[in-house]
């Protein structure tokens, strides 16, 4: 068994020599994996607003900041469709015309996530579970499921707020996408990234009169069977339940 010290190891930032001495995917002229899971053709997509005309997020950064905590009461009352997908964006959506360029940063822009939603409560959506396609800025319909809610706070170790919540932020990690530059350092830079995103969804949800809260206590197996994501080239890194907050 590994001692607390090896388990900090990939947090360390010595491996930069190792990593340059490898003859890494990028370096063998492999093309780089897609920053976006395909889709099938046929596959029903739901349009979100856009960036241009999003009405939503205009509290001073300032005072967001300042009120800023983690958020596990949540009120009956939906979000609309312009809020989440406002929250869509600023959490990965993507900038001007650059497909990498995203409202998040991310090491290399390699942008290692996939973002699940199970919405319970949105206006105009129907509840079920979703992804984010950020370079189409579109919601991808997965199922449906009555017992979502029950499910997703089972698989979070009976945190109630989660099926309480109008919708379930999850993301998970493909970590080719950042292996196939940093190799070995990669997933110290995964780690990384997750809390950027999740801060953004915080200050987001501030600016909106929403709350959230981040979750690092999952089973990871319940997560990625909910999700239909294979465990290894993909899984769960992080979840956030966002709800209407008084």
């Not at 001692?3 to 340059?20: H, M, P, V």
């Not at 994996?33 to 596959?43: E, I, M, R, T, V």
């Amino acid at each position: 068994m590994k001692t607390i010290e090896e388990y900090r190891g990939f947090l360390k930032g010595d491996l930069w020599k190792k990593w340059g001495d490898l003859d890494r995917d990028q370096e063998k002229g492999i093309p780089a994996p897609p920053l976006q899971k395909p889709y099938p053709a046929d596959a029903t997509l739901l349009e979100l607003v856009p960036p241009e005309k999003f009405s939503s997020g205009r509290v001073p950064l300032i005072d967001v900041i300042t009120q800023r905590k983690s958020e596990r009461h949540f009120l009956p009352e939906p979000l609309t469709l312009e809020e989440l997908s406002f929250l869509l964006w600023v959490t990965q959506g993507v900038r001007g015309n650059s497909r990498s360029l995203r409202t998040v940063p991310s090491a290399g822009a390699r942008h290692p996530f996939e973002t699940y939603l199970i919405v319970n409560k949105v206006n105009d959506v129907e509840p079920g579970l979703y992804r984010y396609l950020p370079l189409d800025h579109t919601l991808l319909f997965l199922r449906a499921d009555p017992n979502f809610p029950e499910r997703i706070m089972d698989a979070c170790r009976g945190q109630a707020f989660c099926a309480d919540s109008a919708v379930v932020f999850i993301w998970t990690a493909i970590p080719y996408r950042t292996e196939w530059r940093y190799s070995i350092i990669a997933h110290k830079m995964i780690a990384i990234d997750s809390g950027h995103v999740c801060q953004n969804l915080y200050l987001a949800c501030g600016s909106i009169r929403a709350g959230t809260c981040g979750i690092g206590a999952y089973d990871h197996k319940k997560v990625d069977t909910l999700l239909g994501v294979d465990g290894k080239e993909e899984f769960t890194v992080y979840l956030a339940p966002v709800g209407r907050v008084a």
